[in-house]
């Protein structure tokens, strides 16, 4: 199985801070990752897809880089709407895609 | 509206069963692949079970032969049928739909999930 490896586990940060998660595959997934926003009660909520194609709706301060190995998601200026949990997951293996253990991102 | 709405999570004894539903609208089931993710208090998402749009069913290792995915097109509804359920299987159930691009799968919308208790 491909295990995906998020860091930091956990984040604090200010409004208007740039923020960056990383992703790490255990080995290549090429571009198939995808990083997803979860709220408490909320349905979790599709950000990027293919590794750096912005869905959308979601707003452009959201973006995606990374290919093989290593990936990235960056919110370049944090809103308050923004603190929440963040996983990546890829979908090169399929069935049985795999979900990075998250990274809580807090107000500071 | 593209939405997705999961009911049927309860409180169930270990052993016991359980049926969640998922309904669809604003588009056309039966064209997509579907997805049932959980997630248990304070751990990360989990993929659990995929049906296809042929109808073919794939499962993890932790759920095979307990859990059943089917899916009902006319009704535009997914279904999870929960057998043998553990304390293990205590989560809140998301279903989600998956679009591609190209090949490569992203699930782009998800329901609020359904919340299964498994204790006695």
């Known amino acids: 199985d491909i295990q995906m490896t998020q860091s930091p586990s956990s984040l604090s940060a200010s409004v208007g801070d740039r923020v960056t998660i990383t992703c790490r595959a255990s080995q290549t997934i090429r571009n198939y990752l995808n990083w997803y926003q979860l709220k408490p009660g909320k349905a979790p909520k599709l950000l990027i897809y293919t590794a750096s194609s912005l869905q959308s709706g979601v707003p452009s301060r959201f973006s995606g880089s990374g290919s093989g190995t290593d990936f990235t998601l960056t919110i370049s200026t944090l809103q308050p709407e923004d603190f929440a949990t963040y996983y990546c997951q890829q979908t090169y293996t399929s069935p049985g895609y795999t979900f990075g253990q998250g990274t809580k991102l807090e107000i500071k | 509206e593209v939405q997705l709405v999961e009911s049927g999570g309860g409180l169930v004894q270990p052993g016991g069963s359980l049926r969640l539903s998922c309904a669809a609208s604003?588009?056309?089931?039966?064209?997509?692949?579907m997805h049932w993710v959980r997630q248990a208090t304070g751990k990360s998402l989990e993929w659990v079970s995929t049906?296809?749009?042929?109808?073919?069913?794939y499962y993890s290792d932790s759920v095979k032969g307990r859990f059943t995915i089917s899916r009902e097109n006319a009704k535009n509804s997914l279904y999870l049928q929960m057998n043998s359920l553990r304390a293990g299987d205590t989560a809140v159930y998301f279903c989600?739909?998956?679009?591609?691009?190209?090949?490569?799968?992203?699930?782009?919308?998800w329901g609020k999930g359904t919340t299964v208790t498994v204790s006695s």
């Open positions: 989600a739909r998956m679009s591609f691009d190209f090949l490569i799968g992203y699930m782009d919308v």
């Open positions: 604003g588009f056309t089931f039966s064209s997509y692949d």
């Open positions: 049906i296809g749009t042929a109808g073919d069913t």
